[in-house]
Nanobody, 126 residues
Framework: QVQLVESGGGLVQAGGSLRVSCAAS????????MGWFRQAPGKEREFVAA????????YYADSVKGRFTISRDNAKNTVYLQMNSLKPEDAAVYYC???????????????????WGQGTQVTVSS
């Protein structure tokens, strides 16, 4: 069992930057693939970024590629999402998710993940 707590959300102007964090506890963090998803009002939860349990591979949605960077610090049991050049359409609740490593990783599907945080709000003003 893993508990995930997001933090770092807030209000930022378009073109600005923000870093959200996800702190994990309960199990060995390094055994989990980690993902970031977001959900805007009236929309379904969508994939943003993911990183493998070893931290070697990273994946991004086309909409954020080149602007967002996912990283993890296993020593701190934390995964980060650095968001640069933010756009109004990036505004959403951002959720952290964890999938215990089992040799299979469909990184961009919500159904892949076993654990979810409660989310952190990111607001982007125009």
């Amino acid at each position: 069992q893993v508990q995930l707590v997001e933090s770092g959300g807030g209000l930022v102007q378009a073109g600005g930057s923000l870093r959200v964090s996800c702190a994990a506890s309960g199990r060995t963090f390094s055994s989990y693939n980690m993902g970031w998803f977001r959900q805007a009002p009236g929309k379904e939860r969508e994939f943003v970024a993911a990183v493998s349990w070893r931290g070697v591979r990273a994946y991004y949605a086309d909409s954020v590629k080149g602007r967002f960077t996912i990283s993890r610090d296993n020593a701190k049991n934390t995964v980060y999402l650095q968001m640069n050049s933010l756009k109004p359409e990036d505004a959403a609740v951002y959720y952290c998710a964890a999938k215990y490593y089992s040799g299979s990783y469909v990184y961009d599907k919500t159904t892949t993940y076993d654990y979810w945080g409660q989310g952190t709000q990111v607001t982007v003003s125009s």
